[in-house]
């Protein structure tokens, strides 16, 4: 008698050759792909925390001039030194200057100022707030 079956059933050698190297390539794409989004994933956490810290010094700053406001007898001054000897914590000071408005623009000013422009940047950020007398 024959043994053999004609309707035997299965996968053939070369069969689970491809189909193992498909799933392989297919595997390799998708750690590709969800790698680079897991490495970057927080970069917006961190800019979130610069922001926010940026945001933290300008209250101390505001804070300090309007108790400097209340106590110094010339309080512009006093804050702008207090701006650029680096007295609010890590941020970098882009701008610590006085200025004044003329024909819709900004100017330098030199005497009788009334407003002081301050600019502190950390990381991609920047605020610029205006203090005046």
């Known amino acids: 008698m024959n043994s053999l079956r004609p309707d035997d059933s299965g996968f053939t050698l070369i069969e689970i050759i491809i189909t193992l190297t498909v799933a392989a390539i297919l595997s390799v794409m998708l750690v590709q792909f969800m790698g680079t989004s897991i490495s970057r994933?927080?970069?917006p956490a961190l800019s979130m925390q610069e922001g926010m810290a940026l945001q933290a010094i300008m209250?101390?700053?505001?804070?300090?001039?309007?108790?400097?406001?209340?106590t110094a007898t010339s309080p512009l001054d006093t804050f702008k030194a207090r701006v650029?000897?680096?007295?609010?914590?890590?941020?970098?000071?882009?701008?610590?200057?006085?200025?004044?408005?003329?024909?819709?623009?900004?100017?330098?000013?030199?005497?009788?100022c009334k407003l002081l422009k301050v600019t502190i940047s950390m990381g991609d950020h920047s605020l610029t707030s205006l203090f005046a007398r």
């Open 41 to 43: 994933s927080t970069e």
């Open 59 to 70: 209250e101390n700053m505001n804070a300090d001039y309007k108790q400097l406001l209340l």
């Open 84 to 112: 650029a000897a680096g007295s609010y914590g890590t941020c970098a000071v882009v701008a610590n200057d006085y200025i004044k408005f003329e024909d819709n623009s900004e100017a330098a000013c030199d005497t009788d």
